[in-house]
């Protein structure tokens, strides 16, 4: 899927600098696996399965004191902040609407109540009944533009945090 998506970008989404096979929507897999969608990036929706191309790359570098200063210490969250404050242009994402990455660490720091992981895979498991994940052709279906300015969570504010940062991207 991701191969043909990287593909088909051009002719999809050219102005898409990201690339994913993974999703937190729950689309019907029987029937949807070979449906796709753009968006501008938005890190609580496209952050899993990613790919980037040498202008994200690019771009990245060119806000890097952006990036690396962002007080969050989530990566995606910041990478949000960068692209809307700091890129040419907001991130676009062509993303596939049934994910192919499945996230199934919620039993984590931010869940609250009772959390059963192997709950979690049935229930993934289930949803893949019939999914077709390799198909031979894809379709562009179109959702409205969403816009979401992040707020950071802190635990970010750490100089060596931000030198750290810097290093990896020079």
């Given at each position: 899927?991701?191969?043909?998506?990287?593909?088909?970008?051009?002719?999809?989404?050219?102005?898409?600098?990201?690339?994913?096979?993974?999703?937190?929507?729950t689309?019907d897999?029987?029937?949807?696996?070979?449906?796709?969608?753009?968006?501008?990036?938005?890190?609580?929706?496209?952050?899993?399965?990613?790919?980037?191309?040498?202008?994200?790359?690019?771009?990245?570098?060119?806000?890097?004191?952006?990036f690396?200063?962002?007080?969050?210490?989530?990566?995606?969250?910041?990478?949000?902040?960068?692209?809307?404050?700091?890129?040419?242009?907001?991130?676009?994402?062509?993303?596939?609407?049934?994910?192919?990455?499945?996230?199934?660490?919620?039993?984590?720091?931010?869940?609250?109540?009772?959390?059963?992981?192997?709950?979690?895979?049935?229930?993934?498991?289930?949803?893949?009944?019939?999914?077709?994940?390799?198909?031979?052709?894809?379709?562009?279906?179109?959702?409205?533009?969403?816009?979401?300015?992040?707020?950071?969570?802190?635990?970010?504010?750490?100089?060596?945090?931000?030198?750290?940062?810097?290093?990896?991207i020079?």
């Amino acid at each position: 899927m991701l191969k043909l998506m990287r593909q088909q970008k051009s002719s999809l989404c050219p102005q898409c600098s990201i690339v994913s096979v993974g999703s937190y929507e729950t689309s019907d897999y029987a029937t949807r696996s070979s449906v796709v969608s753009t968006n501008n990036w938005i890190s609580d929706k496209h952050n899993m399965g990613m790919s980037i191309d040498r202008e994200a790359w690019s771009q990245l570098k060119a806000c890097a004191e952006t990036f690396c200063k962002f007080d969050d210490y989530n990566w995606d969250w910041s990478l949000q902040f960068s692209g809307m404050t700091c890129w040419k242009a907001p991130i676009q994402v062509l993303y596939a609407r049934t994910s192919r990455v499945f996230h199934i660490g919620q039993c984590g720091i931010h869940h609250k109540g009772t959390c059963d992981p192997s709950k979690i895979v049935e229930d993934v498991n289930k949803r893949l009944a019939g999914a077709k994940f390799f198909p031979s052709e894809i379709s562009l279906e179109s959702v409205g533009q969403i816009k979401i300015m992040p707020r950071p969570n802190g635990g970010w504010s750490d100089p060596r945090d931000h030198k750290l940062c810097m290093s990896f991207i020079q």
